[in-house]
């Protein structure tokens, strides 16, 4: 218990100026620098870093993996695993962003997710995290937030503006296949590509489900050192899966419900209520 009383509670609510609300929902993306301070940020790097280190279940070296292995460690739902972590993933200072960036009075957890991309590890190809979600809604938001310095040769994900208004756009998981679509996507429709280039431990961009976005792969020596976590409005309800991917995040992130349900399983806790 000592361990826990000395984490930071991170309930310290903050307010965004207006015109970033505005900026979030038209672009589909934003940034919110010093989110966490680097205090915050060094003391949840140790805890998580702790369950990333004892469940990383890579056993293959990068050269041998697929485009989707090279990219990331990827672990979900840490806070299960921990409750040093579910002080992180709970947070309502983060939570309020959440859902003043979506306009809405109050947000669930749908889940949330270490994303380690190794020394040398590979891009993360062009896609929309709402393809993999059987949510019948668009009110779902990630916070992406490094836990160590991200220098500018790593940067930040691209994200492709606007792109969260078209909603569904292809039918595609992250694949070399994926980038190459919606990179043709991208650039016949000319829309703005946006990068925030080197980051601080505890910066955090949040970006829409339906937003295209991707990631660099990182040339330095050092993991880049990511959590994440996906909020989604309360009151949303679950839509019927069309793939073996929303099927099982269904059963996983949403267990005992169904389609038509609200998305409220005993996983998906409200962080945040107005």
Request: net charge negative; aromatic share 10%.
């Amino acid at each position: 218990m000592n361990a826990m009383n000395h984490l930071p509670d991170l309930e310290e609510a903050i307010e965004l100026p207006e015109e970033q609300i505005v900026q979030y929902q038209r672009d589909g993306h934003t940034i919110v620098r010093g989110l966490a301070n680097a205090d915050e940020a060094a003391v949840y790097r140790e805890v998580i870093g702790k369950q990333v280190r004892l469940y990383n279940n890579h056993t293959k070296p990068l050269a041998e993996r697929d485009t989707y292995g090279k990219a990331f460690i990827q672990i979900g739902n840490l806070w299960e695993l921990s409750d040093e972590v579910k002080k992180f993933v709970m947070a309502r200072r983060f939570a309020k962003v959440a859902a003043d960036l979506m306009g809405v009075s109050a947000v669930r957890i749908y889940h949330d997710q270490a994303l380690y991309k190794e020394p040398g590890g590979g891009h993360t190809p062009w896609h929309q995290d709402q393809i993999y979600w059987p949510i019948d809604s668009d009110k779902t938001i990630t916070l992406w937030m490094p836990l160590v310095p991200v220098p500018v040769e790593v940067g930040s994900m691209t994200f492709a503006s606007g792109t969260h208004r078209s909603g569904y756009i292809s039918k595609q998981f992250i694949s070399d296949e994926s980038h190459r679509t919606y990179k043709d996507y991208i650039e016949s429709k000319g829309l703005k590509q946006v990068q925030y280039g080197a980051l601080a431990p505890g910066d955090a961009t949040f970006h829409a489900g339906w937003t295209l976005h991707c990631a660099a792969g990182n040339p330095t020596a050092n993991m880049r050192e990511v959590m994440t976590i996906i909020y989604m409005a309360d009151g949303v309800t679950l839509a019927e899966p069309d793939s073996n991917a929303r099927k099982n995040d269904l059963a996983r992130w949403c267990p005992g419900l169904k389609a038509g349900d609200q998305a409220a399983s005993p996983l998906n806790p409200i962080v945040y209520k107005r």
